[in-house]
């Protein structure tokens, strides 16, 4: 009786702790938009940093979106959760991101009707470049950085580099979006759930050259794992409609939806997050967009999504030592150029 006592008391006294801690302070940027429209809740209630910690919300967009914006604010007041001490509406970046311990930067410029890649990426150019700045200047040093809007692995490039005072590992694209596409699609063709298929990986870019890679993956059926790839035992699937169903799948959305990813969009930056925070789990591995340090033949320095495992608060490191065959090379040299030629045309643009 004793020690289940000690243990009660034990685990209240962790759980008093953590909600008497200061809260965490999360910044989205365009907060009035639809993907942060589902990904504000999931902040507040306690899906990204667990059932026992306060969050502030600042939430920053353009000033013609103030109104829209203060409305997503009503709305959260009158959800009355508990775990929300405040939400700050601002079009102000200073401010936005003053002393924030998150960044999530959903906020970027959309792509056009005729617009080419390279007029994409010099519009985001400017956005990104004074996002790494003011982050720099206002927010905590350890302020963990996820950039999700597009072309997303070369926007964090571009703030990563400008945000010179911050450790370039704090800098993280989303990538699980697409891990968790290729995650479903392997669950269907098995037929067993999504959450029980792991270490699918995603290597390179957010956008259609990215190579979703199941070698290594395992799914569990009656209380036993095995590998996926056996088990599906078609390499022609595989390697070619499997992989292009990941690689489209954005596309396909907004073909049947007339508008992006939302809804999926936020449950990824809600698992990419809380697994940043918490640590990955035992045996499992995730993908996120990192800074290269030269593993697997990727250029040092590039934002690519690899394999990572994650310590709980947030140290990672790149997996190491899984094969590369020789489609796996093609497919990951692919995606390696193209996010190369975004390098070298951001970088060239802004004189880095």
């Given at each position: 009786k004793r020690f289940w006592k000690d243990v009660f008391f034990f685990v209240f006294h962790l759980q008093v702790t953590s909600i008497m801690a200061d809260p965490i302070r999360v910044c989205v940027t365009g907060s009035a938009g639809q993907i942060a429209y589902s990904l504000l809740l999931r902040i507040a209630r306690g899906d990204m940093f667990g059932s026992d910690r306060r969050v502030v919300l600042h939430l920053l967009d353009l000033?013609?979106?103030?109104?829209?914006?203060?409305?997503?604010?009503?709305?959260l007041q009158d959800c009355a959760l508990p775990?929300?001490?405040?939400?700050?509406?601002?079009?102000?970046?200073?401010?936005?991101?003053?002393?924030?311990?998150?960044?999530?930067?959903?906020?970027?410029?959309?792509?056009?009707?005729g617009m080419l890649r390279k007029e994409l990426l010099e519009r985001n150019c400017g956005i990104f470049k004074t996002a790494g700045e003011m982050l720099a200047a206002h927010a905590k040093p350890t302020v963990k950085v996820l950039v999700v809007g597009n072309p997303a692995n070369t926007n964090c490039l571009i703030a990563q580099r400008t945000a010179s005072s911050i450790p370039a590992k704090n800098f993280t694209c989303l990538t699980r979006l697409d891990q968790n596409r290729a995650q479903?699609?392997?669950?269907?063709?098995?037929?067993?759930?999504?959450t029980d298929v792991r270490n699918v990986i995603i290597w390179g870019n957010h956008s259609s050259t990215q190579y979703p890679d199941v070698r290594f993956a395992e799914f569990k059926r009656n209380g036993q794992m095995s590998p996926v790839r056996p088990a599906i035992d078609n390499d022609e699937y595989l390697n070619g409609d499997f992989i292009k169903t990941v690689q489209q799948r954005g596309a396909a959305i907004i073909k049947a939806r007339k508008l992006s990813s939302a809804m999926s969009a936020a449950q990824a930056i809600v698992d990419h997050m809380r697994d940043w925070w918490f640590g990955t789990a035992e045996g499992c591995f995730t993908s996120m967009g990192i800074v290269s340090d030269g593993s697997y033949g990727i250029p040092e320095g590039l934002i690519y999504s690899m394999p990572v495992r994650i310590q709980p608060g947030g140290d990672y490191e790149i997996v190491k030592g899984l094969d590369i065959d020789a489609f796996s090379r093609r497919a990951m040299d692919d995606t390696c150029k193209e996010l190369c030629d975004e390098r070298d045309m951001a970088l060239g643009h802004l004189k880095l």
């Open positions: 000033d013609f979106m103030m109104e829209s914006l203060q409305g997503v604010v009503l709305e775990l929300l001490d405040t939400a700050i509406a601002t079009s102000n970046i200073a401010e936005a991101f003053k002393d924030i311990d998150v960044a999530i930067l959903v906020g970027a410029f959309p792509r056009k009707e479903a699609q392997v669950a269907l063709r098995l037929g067993v759930g999504a």
